[in-house]
């Protein structure tokens, strides 16, 4: 029986830690996989990626009813491929050990840090990049040294199969496991002892993970989303700001962790915001239902709870502006038209949960103090997009508010720079992957002490009050006088 029909008939959790052992003693007889392996991991990647593109681009257009090619080879194969080229390009400097400073106690000692895979690296896989998102961590898993599981998300079948086949293609079972099944399945794969998990989704599901985690004391890496907020300062222009922005939420239909949830517009500029996103949206999609360009919504149960909060936001008295150039129906299709949303209230759902969709709030302020505030007094998001073309504000909004990660005058591509790390804080998330960090978040960085023939300690042991203890003391705290 192959993993793929192991894991998703399996409803107790005994055939995946059966899995999860096979791995780990695979790595135990190989607990110290040199560069060239580590590479040579990474390469095979690299070629099932290559010969599986098209085929991973098509059942992902599949599970989404409507996806377009372009978007997923832009967003999930590009991007792993990337990554895959730049740790490659990094490893030997990475796996370098590192010398640090001796203390004058451990005098004639030599001191290093020694960077050791951590061993099997469990992965949670969400629907919305199904690509990306899986094999993105596993790129950082696999240049750290460890091996793999991988459970993939049952909202993107298609993909799921393909990545199972590419997989099991490139890498044996005691490298790579691929997990599928429903919530069943990823509630017993979250119980696992692995030596690392990485889940991204919901804040309200990573809880769940943490606690399941924390019952083995497995570290997790958590990417959790959140309200990702847009702020434009009062001197950008308004119309550049919403072709930016409209450039963000459109793609993936605004399924996206980092997508921008509600932008902060000067009260005197809200209307013309409105107006400019609208035209700049219209312009990238000037038909909705029939454009393979305009992503569908994952499942109808997402997009019931899209309309649902549209519906919620009208009720307490928000006004609604739908963009839909060609005035197209929807019916039998998961599409979602843009919404833009105003006069909106901290009572809506709109602005308390995460939308992940084609709905944006659009909230006045009058002061950039008084964004910061708002911006503050809530949880702290995966990312904050800023717009001013003034450096030094800049950093005022990078010091006073607290994101994942942040663009100026830009929205979401800074996910897209594997030279910087990537990952939440607080509510949104923790822990990093992609470039050094994650290299680093999947390694234990062992601290070494080497003795050579001189022992030191020899000299000021006990007991104590010795004369070359008394003359080490001294010594230390004449250095230490002065702070």
Request: with cysteine; proline share 6%; hydrophobic share 40%.
């Amino acid at each position: 029986m192959n993993a793929k029909d192991v894991m998703e008939t399996d409803n107790t959790g005994t055939t995946l830690r059966a899995s999860l052992d096979k791995i780990r003693a695979a790595y135990t007889r190989s607990p110290a996989p040199t560069r060239e392996e580590r590479k040579d991991r990474l390469n095979r990647l690299h070629k099932g990626i290559i010969e599986y593109k098209d085929r991973l681009v098509a059942a992902v257009d599949k599970d989404f009813d409507g996806r377009a090619p372009a978007e997923t080879m832009m967003a999930e194969i590009l991007p792993v491929l990337e990554g895959i080229h730049y740790n490659k390009k990094n490893l030997r400097k990475w796996m370098r050990q590192s010398r640090r400073d001796v203390p004058l106690a451990l005098m004639g000692a030599k001191t290093k840090v020694h960077y050791q895979p951590l061993g099997v690296v469990g992965i949670v896989v969400p629907w919305n990049f199904p690509i990306f998102l899986g094999l993105s961590p596993m790129v950082g898993a696999f240049a750290a040294g460890n091996r793999a599981m991988i459970k993939t998300s049952e909202f993107a079948p298609e993909t799921a199969n393909v990545l199972t086949e590419m997989l099991g293609k490139y890498f044996s079972d005691e490298e790579v496991a691929v997990v599928n099944g429903g919530v069943e399945v990823a509630t017993e794969f979250t119980k696992l002892p692995f030596d690392h998990l990485v889940f991204t989704g919901s804040t309200q599901v990573g809880k769940i993970v943490m606690r399941a985690a924390a019952e083995n004391l497995t570290p997790v890496t958590l990417e959790l989303g959140g309200k990702s907020p847009a702020i434009i300062h009062d001197s950008f222009p308004v119309e550049e700001a919403a072709k930016r922005i409209a450039f963000g939420k459109g793609l993936n239909a605004g399924q996206v962790c980092v997508s921008p949830d509600y932008i902060m517009v000067p009260r005197s500029k809200m209307n013309a915001f409105v107006e400019a996103f609208s035209k700049a949206i219209a312009k990238h999609y000037p038909t909705l239902a029939s454009n393979s360009d305009y992503t569908s919504i994952i499942t109808e149960r997402q997009r019931d709870r899209l309309v649902d909060n549209i519906r919620d936001a009208e009720e307490k008295g928000a006004t609604i502006k739908v963009i839909n150039p060609s005035n197209d129906s929807f019916e039998g299709t998961r599409k979602l038209p843009m919404h833009v949303i105003t006069d909106v209230s901290d009572d809506m759902r709109v602005m308390q949960e995460e939308i992940f969709g084609p709905l944006l709030p659009v909230v006045p302020y009058d002061k950039l103090e008084e964004a910061i505030d708002y911006v503050n007094d809530r949880d702290r998001p995966l990312a904050l997009y800023y717009f001013d073309w003034d450096t030094a504000r800049g950093e005022k909004i990078l010091n006073e508010t607290h994101s994942g990660g942040v663009c100026i005058n830009e929205v979401m591509t800074h996910t897209m720079v594997d030279d910087m790390p990537f990952g939440g804080v607080g509510p949104s998330g923790m822990g990093h992957y992609h470039g050094k960090e994650g290299f680093l978040n999947f390694s234990k960085a062992k601290a070494v002490v080497r003795k050579g023939r001189f022992d030191g300690n020899a000299w000021v042991a006990a007991p104590w009050n010795n004369m070359f203890f008394n003359i080490m003391v001294k010594f230390q705290l004449w250095r230490f006088k002065k702070p």
